[in-house]
């Protein structure tokens, strides 16, 4: 009876500890309000940003590049909870400058492509959580439909002034993939064109058109939104050396790739962001936190925090730069 009684004690306090370590490890997404903030959250990773890529909303199509709104907003809850502080694309700037400092856990969300479910089902989640976000638009489908359709100007327009969404080049026109030999294609970006019967774009030509289509995008989201736009997302995260330097030329001073990482301050003659996509159907709340912490848990600390909102309004409000 005794060795019974003892047995029983320990399973008890092994069963105990599992279920402390797995709340530990992987606390609740489904909290109940929506103000509430993990009293244990730590400080995972300092004086660095983690950025996160999403494509398309969707209730219904779910995808590699599509998740539902509901999960996305899980997500955005999930992240606020534990502790993360949402950024603008303007502090990540400058912060990649040297020239200002970020919040611990510092993260920020981009869009790309300029899909309209940002505006129906991404803008009224943001808005609720009140969490920056840039849209990085492809300038030439702005207004078209399909099987998703993209943004329209006004809808455009509604969102930049909520003060929260900014918007970057995707390129005018060179999201697409370019004949480079007979058998052979490449992001148009970075290809020379190539046609039958043995033309080839030449180097004075493929630099004409890149710095036609960098300066036109920009230029046309200036133009229609009244804003400075300094970020420039390259399409398929495909660039060298020539884009970099036409781009730098045209103004653009922020690069969006799509290698992964956690970003840090840097001296480099170009700012280039790394990102982690986080906008696929299969991108549930705790796989999100698993992939992110790959990148932090050398920089952990056991220092706790226990911020009282994502962002300070007053430094929010000053780093919303437009004309």
Known sequence: MKRFVKFLLVLIIFTLIFVYTYAYVEPRADINSREEFNPETKIYYKDAVIVLTYHVLDP???????????????????????????????????????????PPNAILITFDDGYESFYKFAFPILKRYKIPAINFVIVSMIGKKGAFPHLTWDEMKIMEKSGLIYFGSHSYDSH????????????????????LFGYKESEAEYESRISFDLWYSKTLLERNLNITVDDFCFPYGAYNSKVLEIAKKVGYKVFYTTEKGINKATKSAYILIKRINAGNYKMTVKRLGNILSLYFSKNKSTVSIRPKRIINKSSFLSYHHQL
């Open 60 to 102: 219904k199509i779910l995808g590699p590049i599509s998740l539902s709104p509901k999960l996305f907003e899980d997500q955005m809850e999930y992240l606020r909870y534990m502790g993360f502080h949402f950024i603008t694309p303007y502090l990540l700037e400058k912060f990649m400058e040297g020239k200002e400092d970020v």
């Open 176 to 195: 697409y993939l370019i004949r480079t030999g007979i058998f052979s294609k490449t992001p148009a970006l970075v290809g020379r064109k190539f046609e």
